[in-house]
């Protein structure tokens, strides 16, 4: 956690520490690598560039050049799903890739001797259509581009298909592949072409409450089409992810069910399922963005595979035979976005002392050396250091978190006095936080708080059962869950319980309306960040991907006559309806463009803290949607939230001695 031969210079209040590194510095940063990729013996890769609002370009590495080599405004941004995610492939020496702004496709040479080719201005493969939102999860195949588009339609929710474009004779309309589905993703082709994978589901299920597998085999003709398709997992309670081919030809993908509580490898062979793993662990993961691929298959007999557990993530070498157990290459805090090329495998690894870094492994495939960006440390004498913390709730079961205690260079607390904390919860709620570094934490740890961050249950990462654990219960298990960890290291001495403060965004943002006004005595502050106070209006105005999410998690069907009624869960669960119970101030944050939590969900909030007089403060953002991606925006909102906390702490003295 500290550095041999720290010497503390100065003794300061806990929480008001002067932190070595301003929320600017902070947010300068480079972005972390995402999706990198070999060609012609060059590394590629995607970063988002924050001082341009967050733009999404591919970079490549010159020697120890750094390029962008896609002109602004391209963004390789995708809306599909609204959380997006991957939206390009490569096409022989072709880049293709969907552009935010138009919702079209476009491609971009990169030859292997190109001086000036590949900074050319991309050229479209889609004719304008505005009924077309964007493409996702692109995937090559022959003379065309497989990919899941999303399209608008008047007075009902946006259709997904999957869809093949023609490459090569200029503009070419999307041609239909597979509909039917209101969730489509992850196509995947079979190495000879001649076979194409995917993934399924249907409201009310979200991918990680169910999901089907279907292949079928491609038809060429004028227009490429796909024969009759069959069924490779279709099950009750069970969810399929991460499908992908065998080189001869077999599916191999991540499953659990009622059955198995964790996400395993299993292999298609013929009409039969079997398992290729059988850790404690998970090889799947919930599907929010397209395109995270968490195996590759590196030799005819082994593949490499990323598996999730409580201390982190394991790349493991998996016997496709059986014949052998799976063997341990690395680990790390979280390892994502495998890509195999030329005998080479690359991924993108986050450690818990430093930022993300991309990975390069040649064969055999046993060592590791970085490739790639490597970012400056923020502290080059240490860091604060996560603390894996299991908590008994109070209905007997155990909930997760990471606990970081306060660190600065240069300061440390009076003797006998306690840290104030800061609780963060994540987004989702099916989501989770990992060991991970990750420069807010190490912020909020160098202003002198102890930092918890709650994988409360509904989290992934720790099994099905865990994961569906909120199903019914959300509003009530996750925040007792926060409480819980709260009162382990209240009971252990470690925090001031008199001090403690809570924030998140999205769901987590729910989390900490429901927590402050159902715990009010509990917190000295919260922050929301486009967090939910009504239920009711969310279910009105949210988007398609999560337009059913909350009946499965609040455990009602939602009927809108029905939800305002006291007896309901919506009402119940609604924090809107307890703001009176509010003893903390409040500090809320919301982007204009938000479509997941749009602005009408949090005004509802302000407009009754300001009717009963509650302490809070209240900054919109224009441009900015549901994360916030302007560099301005998150130094300015940051800012402010330390400001908020830090203005508590001195009119309570919580940071002195005690």
């Known amino acids: 956690m500290t550095s041999p031969g720290r010497k503390t210079e100065e003794v300061l209040p806990y929480g008001l520490w002067p932190a070595p590194f301003s929320p600017a510095q902070l947010f300068d940063l480079p972005a972390e690598p995402a999706h990198p990729f070999s060609l012609h013996g060059r590394l590629y890769w995607i970063q988002a560039l924050p001082d341009e609002g967050g733009r999404i370009v591919l970079m490549r590495r010159d020697g120890h050049t750094d390029r962008c080599l896609t002109p602004a405004p391209f963004s390789l941004r995708t809306p599909v799903h609204e959380y997006g995610g991957r939206c390009f492939c490569l096409h022989g020496d072709r880049f293709v890739f969907n552009n935010h702004a138009d919702g079209r496709l476009y491609t971009q040479p990169l030859g292997p001797d190109d001086a000036g080719a590949s900074e050319a201005t991309p050229l479209p493969l889609t004719p304008p259509d505005s009924r077309v939102a964007g493409f996702a999860d692109l995937v090559s195949r022959g003379g065309h581009v ?319 059962r865990y994961r569906q654990r909120l199903i019914g219960g959300w509003g009530e298990v996750d925040v007792a869950d926060v409480i819980a960890c709260i009162d382990t290291l209240a009971e252990a001495g470690r925090i001031d319980p008199r001090a403690v403060f809570i924030r998140g965004g999205s769901a987590g943002g729910y989390a900490v309306l429901r927590a402050l006004t159902r715990y009010p005595d509990r917190f000295a502050g919260g922050a929301c960040y486009y967090g939910i106070g009504n239920l009711v209006t969310l279910a009105e105005i949210t988007h398609k991907f999560e337009s059913r999410y909350t009946d499965r998690l609040v455990g009602e069907d939602f009927d809108p006559e029905r939800a305002r009624q006291p007896d309901s869960r919506y009402h119940a669960r609604s924090p809107v309806h307890e703001i009176d119970r509010l003893r903390t101030p409040l500090i809320l944050f919301q982007g204009l463009e938000d479509k997941v939590v749009p602005p009408a969900v949090s005004r509802e909030v302000v407009a009754l803290l300001e009717k009963r007089g509650i302490p809070h403060a209240y900054h919109e953002y224009a441009g900015e949607g549901h994360g916030f991606r302007q560099a301005a925006t998150r130094v300015d909102s940051l800012e402010r939230e330390t400001m908020f906390y830090q203005e508590i702490l001195r009119a309570t003295d919580s940071g002195g001695a005690r």
């Open 146 to 464: 497989i990919a899941v588009m999303e399209s608008r339609v008047d007075g009902v929710e946006n259709r997904n298909e999957l869809v093949a474009v023609r490459i090569g004779a200029g503009e070419a309309s999307p041609c239909v592949l597979a509909m039917g589905s209101d969730f489509i993703a992850a196509p995947t082709v079979s190495p000879d072409g001649r076979w194409l994978a995917w993934l399924e589901w249907n409201h009310p299920d979200m991918p990680w409450d169910r999901s089907r597998l279907l292949r079928a085999p491609v038809v060429e003709g004028d227009a490429l089409s796909l024969g009759e398709s069959e069924v490779v997992v279709d099950a009750p309670e069970t969810t399929v992810s991460q499908p992908g081919f065998l080189s001869d030809g077999r599916l191999v993908f991540a499953m659990d069910s009622p059955d198995s509580d964790w996400s395993n490898l299993v292999c298609a062979d013929g009409g039969r399922l079997h398992a290729l793993t059988g850790e404690e662990g998970e090889f799947g993961e919930a599907h929010w963005v397209f395109g995270n691929a968490r195996w590759r298959q590196v030799s005819a007999d082994r593949l490499l595979a990323v598996c999730t557990g409580h201390a982190g993530d394991r790349l493991l070498s998996v016997d496709i035979a059986g014949a052998q157990p799976a063997r341990e290459i690395l680990r790390d805090a979280v390892l994502a976005q495998l890509s195999l090329s030329g005998g080479q495998l690359l991924l993108v690894a986050s450690p818990e002392d430093r930022p993300s870094r991309i990975l390069q492994l040649d064969s055999p495939f046993s060592e590791s050396r970085t490739a790639g960006p490597v970012a400056a440390p923020l502290l080059a004498s240490g860091y604060a250091s996560p603390a894996s913390l299991s908590c008994d709730t109070a209905d007997g079961e155990t909930a997760w978190a990471y606990h970081y205690a306060p660190y600065h260079p240069d300061h440390e607390g009076p003797a006998g006095a306690l840290p104030p904390l800061l609780v963060m919860v994540h987004g989702g709620p099916t989501s989770r936080t990992s060991p991970a570094f990750h420069p807010l934490r190490q912020y909020f740890a160098s202003l002198g708080f102890a930092v918890l961050d709650v994988n409360h249950r509904g989290s992934t990462g720790y099994g099905r």
